[in-house]
């Protein structure tokens, strides 16, 4: 079992930076798959970023690939998702899952483990 707590959401104006993190408890996150999904009012929950076990592979969607940046921190059990260049359709709930596949998905139902979400809203 794995618990996940995300902060550092917010308010930002477009071209602006926002952090995300997502702190992990329970079961060693360093063997999980961990990745970043969002969701915007009235849209399907959708992949933004995820890191593999080994942090040797990332994947981004490619409305935010150049733009946004994954990372883990093993000392501090936290995932991170660096946001630069804001767009105002970047607004929506980020949430950090993790799963224990060996391959990196996009598929939201193969994550087994989510946080509760942390809101970015981007101001145009």
């Known amino acids: 079992q794995v618990q996940l707590v995300e902060s550092g959401g917010g308010l930002v104006q477009a071209g602006g930076s926002l952090r995300l993190s997502c702190v992990a408890s329970?079961?060693?996150?360093?063997?999980?798959?961990m990745g970043w999904f969002r969701q915007a009012p009235g849209k399907e929950r959708e992949f933004v970023a995820a890191l593999s076990w080994n942090d040797i592979s990332t994947y981004y969607a490619d409305s935010v690939k150049g733009r946004f940046t994954i990372s883990r921190d093993y000392a501090k059990n936290t995932l991170y998702l660096q946001m630069n260049s804001l767009k105002p359709e970047d607004t929506a709930i980020y949430y950090c899952?993790?799963?224990?596949?060996?391959?990196?998905?996009?598929?939201?139902?193969?994550?087994?483990?989510w946080g509760q979400g942390t809101q970015v809203t981007v101001s145009s």
């Open positions: 899952a993790a799963t224990p596949r060996v391959v990196i998905t996009t598929t939201p139902k193969e994550y087994d483990y």
């Open positions: 329970g079961r060693t996150f360093s063997r999980y798959i």
